[in-house]
């Protein structure tokens, strides 16, 4: 059904469709991270491997996302719509099903990697089908609607977490088998667009692609277990970057290329892309730590650190609509500027009050930080696609959300390092330092009898007894004088 044939109403059960398709992969960036040390201590998870657990999806949602574009439009939109539906909910719930002991870390990191490849596959041909299902008019409205409330649901998922984990924390991963299979009826339902472009896929580029977006975020992620000095970290890294350029010079020649490049020569929209890559580096990250913060320095239950998150998505959702309205009046460069420097200021701030460890002195801060990143975060997105108006839509969406998802997952790599390696330097110093001012005083050795008998004898009367010269001192076993 195509946007000239369909109805209103069959238009809005599309786009409900679609909402629902989506809204677990936004669940899933927020709702994992509230309840990591619950899954941590309850799996007995190193710190390493829950830090895995969680970027696995990042991982393979960043690696993956061209590919799924790709797939949609030559398999069928409404086809891998479906599909990544399916593999989505599936590995849900068998991170759900987590067996405790020796393998559940490798469980529960391979079944996070399965949903990313499964929001991959889903997320481009959900956009697509919105596309191509409303005309140009009532376009941007359905995408507003499209990524606001999915975007909100990043917001719900901290609180839903938070109350879900009082349960079990495997509801956390269960909670998106009903959200699916509402998806699914409303897809059957409401029979979205399916168009096809039969081309070749670009095997070559996936693999350049995966091998080193996964190669250089993996040298970070290890560095804390492995240390720097290890020439394994350096090898990594240094091999993941290569093959990226290596993917890019590629991509140049290639005739159906799995991302076009060359939309990076708009250098607008590279600069945009730039500054969505690092903010994302502490945008999806920043959700990870706040719970830590709160459960573990803070002592909180999950639902009450969970406010941490809520309270910056409240200055989030409050200052993108504002930045919306700027870039409608005055174009991007204002609001994304004034965001990336609100955003710097509210996070530093909120740096120097996290050691008092009281939560009410940091709200503020907090709110500021989410109000930063709301203001430039959107703002710097819709720039760029608008700046790629030669490209199709779905191209420069693809490209946008590649980095933006390669960018948490670098950040979450790095700040997890720094974070492991700072906990175990300032442990090792703590417990040397106790252990230090535990050591008992070091004693003399005892004196035998010959020794005290020794020193009892006065110098006169050994003076008188002696004839001629004093006899050589004498000395005890213990080697005292």
Request: proline share 5%; with cysteine.
């Amino acid at each position: 059904m195509s946007s000239s044939t369909g109805g209103g109403q069959s238009r809005s059960l599309i786009l409900t469709a679609m909402i629902f398709a989506v809204a677990m992969t936004f669940i899933d960036q927020t709702i994992v991270s509230i309840a990591a040390p619950t899954i941590q201590h309850d799996l007995g998870l190193s710190s390493s491997g829950m830090q895995w657990a969680i970027n696995a999806y990042l991982l393979t949602l960043a690696a993956f996302f061209a590919f799924g574009g790709r797939l949609a439009d030559t398999q069928g939109h409404r086809k891998m719509v479906v599909l990544g539906v399916i593999i989505f909910a599936g590995a849900s719930a068998l991170c759900g099903a987590t067996p405790r002991g020796s393998a559940a870390e490798a469980w529960l990191v391979a079944f996070r990697a399965l949903q990313g490849l499964g929001g991959a596959i889903m997320f481009p041909a959900a956009i697509a089908i919105v596309v191509v299902t409303f005309d140009l008019r009532s376009r941007g409205r359905a995408l507003a609607l499209f990524f606001g409330i999915a975007g909100g649901l990043t917001a719900i998922g901290p609180i839903a977490g938070g109350f879900l984990i009082e349960w079990t924390w495997r509801a956390i991963f269960w909670i998106n088998i009903p959200v699916a299979l509402i998806a699914l009826a409303l897809i059957a339902i409401s029979r979205p667009p399916d168009e096809a472009r039969p081309a070749p896929l670009d095997y070559r580029g996936l693999v350049l692609i995966v091998a080193g977006v996964g190669l250089s975020v993996f040298g970070f992620q290890q560095s804390a277990l492995w240390g720097w000095g290890n020439p394994a970290i350096w090898v990594s890294i240094a091999a993941g970057v290569v093959l990226l350029v290596v993917f890019y010079f590629v991509e140049r020649r290639t005739e159906s290329p799995l991302i076009n490049v060359r939309i990076f020569e708009n250098r607008t929209f590279l600069v945009e892309n730039i500054i969505l890559g690092i903010a994302m580096m502490a945008f999806i990250p920043v959700f990870f730590f706040a719970a830590i913060y709160g459960q573990i320095a803070l002592a909180e239950k999950a639902t009450q650190s969970s406010l941490l998150i809520l309270y910056f998505f409240l200055g989030f959702v409050v200052c993108a609509q504002i930045g919306g309205r700027m870039l409608d009046r005055i174009g991007a460069k204002r609001p994304v500027v004034l965001g990336c420097a609100l955003a710097a200021v509210g996070f530093g701030l909120w740096a120097g009050k996290v050691t008092d460890l009281h939560a009410g002195a940091q709200i503020i801060y907090i709110v500021i930080a989410g109000a930063g990143m709301g203001l430039m975060l959107g703002q710097a997105n819709t720039d760029a696609i608008n700046r790629a108006s030669r490209y199709s839509y779905g191209e420069a969406t693809g490209i946008t959300q590649t980095v933006r998802n390669y960018g948490a997952s670098l950040g979450f790599a790095i700040l997890g390092t720094i974070l492991i390696t700072e906990f175990r330097s300032r442990i090792t110093s703590s417990l040397t330092a106790q252990a230090s001012r535990a050591r008992p005083p070091r004693l003399k050795p005892p004196r035998s009898p010959s020794c005290r008998a020794g020193a009892a004898t006065s110098p006169a009367s050994r003076s008188s007894s002696a004839p001629t010269s004093p006899p050589p001192p004498a000395r005890c076993s213990t080697g005292c004088a």
